[in-house]
C-alpha cells in the first residue's frame, strides 16, 4: 500500500497509508482538522525527478560512447 505525505496550511504533515489520494485525504481530514495544501507520495521524496533525469541520461552517454569506441564488441 502507498503511503501519501498530507501538507497542512500551518505547516505541519502527516503520513498516511492509502490507496489513493483521494483516499488518503479523507483519512488526514479525520485525522487532523486544517487545511490541506498538498497530497504527495511519499516515496516521491527519495530520489527527486532530476536526479532521476541526470542518472538516465548519464547512463545513455556512457552506453553511446562504450558503443562507438567498439568496447562491447
Do not use: N
Not at 53 to 72: E, K, N, Q, R, Y
Amino acid at each position: 500500500m502507498p503511503t501519501f505525505r498530507i501538507h497542512f496550511a500551518d505547516g505541519t504533515k502527516v503520513h498516511v497509508d492509502a490507496e489513493s489520494a483521494a483516499e488518503a485525504r479523507k483519512i488526514a481530514e479525520r485525522r487532523r482538522i486544517g487545511i490541506i495544501t498538498k497530497v504527495k507520495l511519499a516515496s516521491d521524496l527519495q530520489f527527486p525527478s532530476t536526479t532521476l533525469a541526470f542518472a538516465v541520461s548519464l547512463m545513455f552517454g556512457l552506453t553511446f560512447c562504450a558503443c562507438w569506441m567498439g568496447i562491447p564488441a
